[in-house]
């Protein structure tokens, strides 16, 4: 695999009834979005989720992830982006 991976660890707002809502196109662009090397879910409290991926550099990530629907309908309390190497 070329590249990096990059690990997206993100916390979702208190607005449980918008975030049920948003989970399928969330769902969906991560399952449709072509990254290599893709691995995710939610935390067992569904407070948020871990996304794993390989991509070429930390902006290319960043362009990624940005288009996640949680992002763009402000879903996100915080988040972190970290490239991670695993050993």
């Not at 990059?6 to 707002?13: E, G, I, L, S």
């Not at 290319?60 to 402000?74: G, S, W």
Request: charged fraction near 25%.
């Amino acid at each position: 695999m070329n590249g990096k991976r990059f690990v997206y660890f993100y916390f979702n707002r208190n607005e449980p009834e918008k975030i049920r809502q948003v989970v399928p196109a969330h769902v969906g662009y991560w399952k449709s979005a072509n990254v290599k090397g893709y691995m995710g879910g939610p935390f067992g409290d569904r407070t948020g989720g871990l996304i794993s991926f390989v991509a070429p550099s930390l902006q290319d990530a960043t362009e990624i992830i940005l288009q996640d629907p949680f992002i763009v309908e402000d879903l996100i309390s915080e988040k972190w982006i970290k490239e991670w190497i695993l050993e």
